[in-house]
């Protein structure tokens, strides 16, 4: 039996741009970064700390907003950067979905809308370590929202900056920095 879990997010002015997401000997530190491109693109790096490999990583998400872009790349540890595109493409695949009725493999994300990134074992003999990004189709206001980390059959979440799960757009002509909170 699945054991719920869920996120008690804080207001946005007290949420976090990172966090350690832990579980069952697992460890990853979660940042965001973003938005980008006028407040529509983020991305979270999520560096493995120990434990088992990343499975799947949970973004709690509008499921009404539209996803133009997705991308996984390789995250350099070292220099805490972005490198090497590992995938990348504009709607479903093996590797990215929208869940609107939430993720049935997470204990988190059981009955929480989401976008995943699945199958990262697919690239475990490349990298621990991932930047996972996506583009919207427009500007939310920032909110603060669960994220989730999935290694074999257990998983873990936090809370963490990203764009409102309530689908509140943004002002107009106004993006949103994280340093302006």
Not at 18 to 24: A, E, G, N, Q, Y
Not at 129 to 147: E, G, P
Not at 150 to 175: E, H, T, Y
Request: charged residues 15%; hydrophobic residues 35%; contains cysteine.
């Amino acid at each position: 039996m699945l054991r719920q879990q869920t996120c008690d997010c804080p207001p946005v002015q007290e949420c976090p741009s990172s966090v350690i997401i832990s579980f069952s000997g697992a460890s990853y530190k979660v940042t965001v970064e973003g938005p980008f491109n006028g407040g529509r693109t983020w991305r979270y790096k999520v560096m493995k700390l120990s434990g088992r490999d990343l499975s799947h990583f949970d973004i709690q998400f509008c499921t009404s907003a539209t996803v133009v872009q997705w991308q996984i790349f390789i995250l350099d540890p070292v220099i805490n950067q972005c490198a090497d595109l590992l995938v990348s493409g504009t709607g479903p695949s093996r590797n990215f979905s929208i869940l609107p009725n939430g993720d049935p493999a997470s204990k988190c994300f059981a009955a929480i809308p989401c976008i995943k990134f699945d199958n990262l074992s697919d690239f475990e003999d490349i990298t621990d370590n991932f930047c996972f990004q996506f583009t919207l189709s427009q500007c939310y206001q920032t909110a603060c929202i669960c994220v989730g980390a999935k290694a074999g059959p257990d998983d873990g979440c936090d809370c963490i900056l990203g764009p409102s799960p309530d689908c509140i757009p943004c002002p107009p002509g106004r993006g949103f920095k994280i340093g302006a909170i």
